[in-house]
């Protein structure tokens, strides 16, 4: 399968907590992405990093990606019940703009 | 303007109707998306069209016709479904580079997505 791999598959925290999501893939990328889905609705693009870099922010979000391990994870800081939703990580590929969805982190913040 | 708009939300058919979903942006996007989603899995590509020429088929059916009429348009004709179609049929756009210029990584590739067509198919 082309898709990456997501872990955890579901993730369960108290608002506040921190809450991190991992993404592996197998083939090279030109840039990662991770979007946002919120129950049987659309998907929100959150981040894009881009495969020369190694971290990047916004707001409570911090990806790291490692081009050498294949891999990516998006970090929430702070969470906030309104965070629950599932996470997927994209992999871009060069010269166009195929996504491949990674199989998905679903969260849950309890209040 | 930075909103794709869908419609409908849901819809319900039977296998020997023919219907249509419809997707709209107007952010000045040329590149437009069809993605098929199963409950609790990830949005898989149908097709990609970049100034308003198809460019991507992941060897969809038939029996889903997508056609892009202008560059902010984008529909997708369904006719002879399956039940296992059912599923959210989701709309995207993204900035694209023009054709013959060089690849590679930039401000282009986030995708927006609509929120989605909820198909069901008895």
């Known amino acids: 399968s082309q898709q990456g791999e997501e872990d955890p598959q579901a993730l369960s925290i108290q608002e506040g907590e921190n809450a991190t999501m991992n993404c592996s893939y197998k083939t090279s990328i030109n840039n990662l992405q991770w979007y946002r889905q919120n129950s049987g609705r659309g998907l929100v693009h959150l981040i894009l990093?881009?495969?020369?870099?190694r971290e990047k922010h916004s707001g409570r979000l911090r990806v790291t990606l490692d081009t050498s391990k294949k891999s990516s994870s998006l970090l929430i800081t702070a969470s906030r019940a309104a965070d629950t939703a599932s996470y997927f990580c994209a992999r871009g590929n060069t010269g166009f703009q195929k996504l491949v969805f990674g199989t998905g982190t679903r969260l849950l913040v309890s209040p | 303007d930075t909103e794709v708009t869908q419609t409908p939300k849901h819809l319900v058919m039977g296998m020997t109707n023919k219907k249509s979903l419809k997707c709209e942006q107007h952010?000045?996007?040329?590149?437009m998306y069809w993605y098929k989603q199963k409950a609790k899995k990830p949005p898989e590509l149908m097709f990609v069209y970049s100034y308003e020429k198809l460019s991507i088929n992941e060897s969809v059916p038939s029996r889903f016709s997508p056609e892009c009429p202008n560059s902010s348009l984008l529909n997708l004709h369904l006719h002879a479904l399956q039940p296992e179609d059912s599923a959210l049929y989701l709309c995207?756009?993204?900035?694209?580079?023009?054709?013959?210029?060089?690849?590679?990584?930039?401000?282009?590739?986030?995708?927006?997505f609509g929120p989605g067509t909820r198909l069901t198919v008895l």
């Open positions: 990093i881009r495969s020369n870099e």
């Open positions: 952010m000045g996007h040329r590149a």
């Open positions: 995207a756009s993204s900035q694209d580079r023009p054709s013959g210029s060089r690849s590679g990584s930039g401000p282009y590739n986030e995708q927006f």
